[in-house]
C-alpha cells in the first residue's frame, strides 16, 4: 500500500505561483504514474496533471499546459506540481494519486488507486 501525503498548499493573489509537493510512503513498485487532480466545491474532481515514474513523460490538461509543470524525484519518491499565472478559478483542493495501468489516458481519476488527502489553495482576485 501506497500513502501520499500533499503539501504547499496555501493562499495566494491572483497572478502569483505555488509549488505542491506529494511525497510518497511504502512501496512503490508496479506504479505507473502520479497525478494531480483538482475539486472545486460542487465540481468534479478535474485532471491537472500526471508524470510517468519510469522515463518522466508528463500529460496535461489543456487549460493547465504553459501554466503548470509536473516533475518527480525518483530518489525521495515525491512529485511536485509547479503553479504560475494563478487566478481564482484555480481555486480548488489539489489532490494527488497514484496510477498502476498503462495506457495513453491519463486523464481518469478512476484509473488511479491510491490518492492523497489533499491540499487547498486558494487564489484571491
Known amino acids: 500500500q501506497v500513502q501520499l501525503v500533499e503539501s504547499g498548499g496555501g493562499l495566494v493573489q491572483a497572478g502569483g505561483s505555488l509549488r505542491l509537493s506529494c511525497a510518497a510512503s511504502g512501496s512503490i513498485f508496479g506504479v505507473n504514474a502520479m497525478g494531480w487532480f483538482r475539486q472545486a466545491p460542487g465540481k468534479e474532481r478535474e485532471f491537472v496533471a500526471a508524470?510517468?515514474?519510469?522515463?518522466?513523460?508528463?500529460y496535461y490538461a489543456d487549460s493547465m499546459k504553459g501554466r503548470f509543470t509536473i516533475s518527480r524525484d525518483n530518489a525521495r519518491k515525491t512529485v511536485y506540481l509547479q503553479m504560475s499565472s494563478l487566478n481564482p478559478e484555480d481555486t480548488a483542493v489539489y489532490y494527488c494519486?497514484?496510477?498502476?495501468?498503462?495506457?495513453?489516458?491519463?486523464?481518469?481519476?478512476?484509473?488511479?488507486?491510491?490518492w492523497g488527502q489533499g491540499t487547498q489553495v486558494t487564489v484571491s482576485s
Open positions: 494519486a497514484t496510477r498502476y495501468l498503462s495506457g495513453s489516458d491519463y486523464a481518469r481519476p478512476y484509473d488511479y488507486r491510491y
Open positions: 508524470i510517468r515514474w519510469s522515463g518522466g513523460s508528463t
